[in-house]
Nanobody, 122 residues
Framework: QLQASGGGLVQAGGSLRLSCAASGRTFSSYWMGWFRQAPGKEREFVAAISWSGVSKYYADSVKGRFTISKDNAKNMVYLQMNSLKPEDTAVYYC?????????????????WGQGTQVTVSS
């Protein structure tokens, strides 16, 4: 029901825009989040956006470089990633949470996409 895309290989300092397409249900009333998981590491929170799109939250490691947005009419969520660093290399997942509060905990999200690989070369 969630399909992430837009990953790829980019040089340090470059940009990528990830997209997450929702299908099968409308996620307009859900909090949406992006998470990432590097090899050998736990899945970590990257960013989240409220159902209205007004509230946005970021991990300290990406604040000022990444921007999360959503288009409820298109049932899409985006993650614009600028000034990429090698440490941003990971599989990126989009997720949806039905409860009406912010959470950075993966186990509080109800739906997950399949992930898209982002590789940043130095």
């Amino acid at each position: 029901q969630l399909q992430a895309s837009g990953g790829g290989l980019v040089q340090a300092g470059g940009s990528l825009r990830l997209s997450c397409a929702a299908s099968g249900r409308t996620f307009s009333s859900y909090w949406m989040g992006w998470f990432r998981q590097a090899p050998g590491k736990e899945r970590e929170f990257v960013a989240a956006i409220s159902w209205s799109g007004v509230s946005k939250y970021y991990a300290d490691s990406v604040k000022g470089r990444f921007t999360i947005s959503k288009d409820n009419a298109k049932n899409m969520v985006y993650l614009q990633m600028n000034s990429l660093k090698p440490e941003d290399t990971a599989v990126y997942y989009c997720a949806a949470k039905s409860s009406s509060y912010l959470s950075s905990r993966p186990n509080e999200y109800d739906y997950w996409g399949q992930g898209t690989q982002v590789t940043v070369s130095s």
